[in-house]
């Protein structure tokens, strides 16, 4: 009897005993709704940087200049401004870098002068490590250590005993390099950033 009343409940009543299917149903489309939208905030394709925008400054010691420099770039590195002040030998070098629309914009800030190239600045990229596999870094003869934090970021080390040279990596990016025990870069500082202030990207009206 109990069960002719269920198969009659059924009946009239086409949802019994289909409530967790549906739920299931549903969540899956949330699921894959939530993956759309996911997607949509980190586009498709190669991407220079694993973070979209960042500002991080560095200290350079011990080699032929020594000062300081500050990255900044956006839309996974697709524009990045790049300042130093460094001083050698041969003076103070004073620039900013600006990469844009596939050319570079170089402001000197010492002659107040501006000048434009069709190449990248190599400091304003993804560490070359960053593009090779760990099998490949091995056949090169990199060791991977222990991870490191650097200005408060979890790094991958990288290290060369033949060559001497020692990298920290994060999201694609050498936050520290130690070459031949003597020449040192550092971040000193790692701020993730929503853009680029567009005052940056600005040439003085004096500069010519």
């Not at 759309?36 to 200290?59: H, Q, T, V, Y």
């Not at 202030?197 to 600005?202: D, G, K, V």
Request: hydrophobic letters at 30%.
């Amino acid at each position: 009897m109990k069960s002719l009343l269920l198969l009659l409940a059924c009946y009239f009543f086409p949802g019994c005993g289909q409530s967790d299917k549906s739920q299931e149903k549903d969540k899956t489309t949330v699921d894959k709704t939530e993956n759309r939208s996911n997607d949509k905030e980190k586009p498709s394709g190669r991407l220079l940087f694993d973070i979209k925008a960042a500002k991080i400054e560095f200290k350079y010691t011990g080699g032929p200049e020594e000062g300081t420099e500050t990255l900044y770039f956006d839309d996974y590195g697709e524009i990045a401004v790049l300042t130093f002040d460094k001083k050698s030998g041969f003076g103070r070098n004073h620039q900013t870098i600006i990469w844009k629309d596939k050319k570079s914009t170089m402001l000197n800030h010492e002659k107040k002068s501006v000048s434009t190239s069709p190449f990248r600045v190599k400091a304003t990229e993804p560490a070359g490590l960053a593009e090779v596999s760990e099998q490949d870094l091995a056949k090169m003869g990199y060791e991977k250590l222990a991870g490191e934090n650097i200005a408060g970021k979890p790094c991958e080390v990288w290290f060369n005993s033949k060559m001497n040279i020692k990298y920290w990596l994060w999201k694609k990016i050498d936050l520290k390099l130690e070459n031949q025990g003597v020449y040192t870069k550092e971040a000193t500082s790692v701020e993730e950033i929503s853009m680029i202030p567009a005052s940056l990207m600005e040439i003085p009206g004096d500069y010519k």
